[in-house]
């Protein structure tokens, strides 16, 4: 079992930056990726991004292409997302969570969810 902790969210003005944590636990060993989602008031909850747990490949759909940027450490066993140029509409709840058998950019084949960090952009 993996656990996920995201930290981070905040209130921020557009243009500005934040840096989103995820803090992993548990079976690491066994996780395949780990990915960030976003999910806005009364929208679905949709792909952000993901990086291979034991691997440095990554993907980032392409309206955050630019202005966001994931990364680990593998020594903390953290998930990071680097949030730049935040726009209005980047507000949302933002999750991390990890894949333990492929990868995807599909939220119902993640196994491991975060909480969940809130991350508000005003105009």
Do not use: H
């Not at 440095?56 to 392409?62: A, F, G, K, Q």
């Amino acid at each position: 079992q993996v656990q996920l902790v995201e930290s981070g969210g905040g209130l921020v003005q557009a243009g500005g930056s934040v840096r989103l944590s995820c803090a992993a636990s548990g079976s690491i060993s066994s996780v395949y990726a780990m990915g960030w989602f976003r999910q806005a008031a009364g929208k679905d909850r949709e792909f952000v991004a993901a990086i291979n747990w034991s691997g440095d490949s990554t993907y980032n759909v392409d309206f955050v292409k630019g202005r966001f940027t994931i990364s680990r450490d593998n020594a903390k066993n953290t998930v990071y997302l680097q949030m730049n140029s935040l726009k209005p509409e980047d507000t949302a709840v933002y999750y991390c969570a990890a894949a333990m058998t492929r990868w995807s950019t599909r939220s119902k084949e993640y196994d491991y969810w975060g909480q969940g960090t809130q991350v508000t952009v005003s105009s």
